[in-house]
């Protein structure tokens, strides 16, 4: 299980940040507390402080961080785009760490991905190879972009969003029970393929806020997925965190 900071999240501003910084170091002290051990953030979100208060003082080998660079027009305060050298060490500083566990290219939508961030690719595997980052890949929003993950040497992990309900994922927009049959296929070929599978939008990305059977059903759902290594929820309120490790002890 992991813990996602960017609900709702751009420019640097999330859910997370807007929680307060109280609350959110509580909230992330309280999931580490509870057997969360995975924290996803990324620069979009701007949670990498928030998520280095939160694990002052715990053992660096304890728990994994997963950031993602911006590489988009837009969605960030600045229009320039710095080469991953400079905006990873700046990440470190934020993160009060020496490296990251895995770090990403944020929001690939296209099947053309690895030949517009080519100069990115080559930047992230310098800094692999220095041990900045332990390992590298995408988080991907259209199942073209996860199809080239799985044939792409250089990906080591990516982010799929998958559901029981087909909420808020990829494939056709008019047919949930084939964005999941889809999703799961496409995840499955990757996993298979050695990648590391990261399932985002477990829960619809909030839409199942109001509906615990749904919340419960698309937990184990995703929990018994055999290509699935890790899933990532956003939470709010610590009963939001142990109802969902209990739904998937339960799963």
Not at 3 to 23: C, E, I
Not at 74 to 101: M, N, V
Request: with cysteine.
């Amino acid at each position: 299980i992991g813990y996602g900071t960017g609900m709702r999240g751009s420019n640097r501003v999330s859910d997370t940040v807007r929680a307060g910084w109280a609350k959110s170091t509580e909230l992330l002290q309280f999931a580490y507390d509870n057997g969360v051990r995975f924290f996803d953030c990324a620069d979009l979100y701007g949670t990498h402080q928030i998520v280095a208060d939160a694990m002052k003082g715990k053992p660096r080998d304890s728990y994994t961080v997963v950031s993602k660079i911006w590489l988009h027009p837009g969605g960030l305060p600045e229009k320039e785009r710095l080469a991953p050298e400079e905006t990873i060490a700046r990440f470190l500083r934020e993160l009060r760490t020496d490296y990251s566990d895995i770090l990403q290219i944020h929001c690939m939508m296209n099947d053309n991905w690895k030949e517009q961030f080519a100069d990115a690719m080559e930047g992230l595997e310098k800094l692999k190879q220095q041990g900045k980052i332990r390992a590298h890949g995408i988080s991907s929003h259209s199942f073209a972009a996860t199809r080239l993950a799985a044939q792409t040497a250089w990906c080591d992990t990516v982010h799929i969003r998958i559901n029981s309900e087909g909420m808020n994922m990829d494939g056709p927009k008019d047919d949930a029970e084939a964005r999941v049959k889809e999703g799961v296929e496409v995840a499955r070929k990757t996993h298979s393929a050695g990648k590391g599978i990261i399932a985002m939008k477990v829960l619809g990305e909030g839409k199942m806020s109001d509906k615990p059977d749904l919340r419960k059903k698309s937990a184990a759902f995703v929990a018994n997925l055999d290509c699935v290594d890790v899933m990532i929820v956003g939470f709010s309120e610590k009963e939001h965190i142990t109802e969902f490790i209990e739904n998937v002890k339960n799963a």
